[in-house]
């Protein structure tokens, strides 16, 4: 199986802050990884596919980067609806794996 | 808009058969990956398998070896089977909608999840 590392755990930040989660694969992914928001008693919802790109609807301020182990996802100018605790899942191969999360509080 | 409702006990005691159905409503169940997804305070986000193209399916191998998973397109339903569940196997269970895609699978619809509690 591919483990999936996140970190941080969890962070705290405010209100207009830039935060980046990074997500670390055990063994080379390409651009096979996405990223998920979830919020408290809600299921995850879909963010961001193929390591960048962002879903339709949803604010350019999110962001992500990376290739091959090493992968990254960005918030600018944090607004409350971002407080929330974000996975990262790979796709390359099954099983398929998620990260631990990030909660972003 | 498709929706995806889950269904099954939500109380079940070690050694039992959980048995979970989803519908999905709003769409086709072609040319999509159905899947189960769990999440427990423990073990975090676990795929636990997928169903698609009348009825082959791929499974977690962690958990294959006592779990099935079938399709009812008529209906619009898939169901999971997990027998001899044990406290481990207590998690929110939801079912979601995959998309097989050049970069891989993406699940992009969920279920609202149900809240399975195994314990004598």
């Known amino acids: 199986d591919i483990q999936m590392t996140q970190s941080p755990a969890s962070l705290y930040a405010s209100v207009g802050d830039e935060i980046t989660i990074t997500c670390r694969a055990s063994?080379?992914?390409?651009?096979?990884l996405n990223w998920y928001q979830q919020k408290p008693g809600k299921a995850p919802q879909l963010l961001i596919t193929?390591?960048?790109r962002l879903q339709s609807g949803l604010p350019s301020r999110i962001s992500g980067s990376g290739s091959g182990t090493q992968f990254s996802l960005t918030i600018n100018n944090l607004q409350p609806e971002d407080f929330a605790t974000y996975y990262c899942?790979?796709?390359?191969?099954?099983?398929?794996?998620f990260g631990g999360g990030t909660r972003v509080q | 808009q498709v929706e995806l409702q889950e269904s099954g006990p939500r109380l079940m005691k070690p050694s039992e058969t959980l048995s979970l159905t989803c519908t999905v409503s709003g769409g086709s169940m072609r040319s999509y990956y159905w899947s189960w997804i769990r999440q427990s305070p423990g073990k975090g986000l676990e795929w636990i398998g997928y169903?698609?193209?009348?009825?082959?399916?791929t499974y977690n191998p962690s958990l294959a070896s006592r779990m099935s998973m079938s399709e009812d397109t008529s209906m619009n339903q898939f169901s999971l089977k997990l027998r001899s569940v044990t406290g481990a196997d207590s998690a929110v269970y939801y079912c979601?909608?995959?998309?097989?895609?050049?970069?891989?699978?993406?699940?992009?619809?969920w279920g609202q999840g149900t809240l399975v509690t195994v314990s004598s």
């Open positions: 169903i698609y193209s009348r009825g082959s399916a």
């Open positions: 979601a909608r995959i998309r097989g895609v050049s970069t891989g699978f993406e699940v992009d619809n």
């Open positions: 063994h080379t992914i390409s651009t096979h």
């Open positions: 899942q790979q796709s390359f191969s099954t099983p398929l794996t």
């Open positions: 193929a390591v960048s």
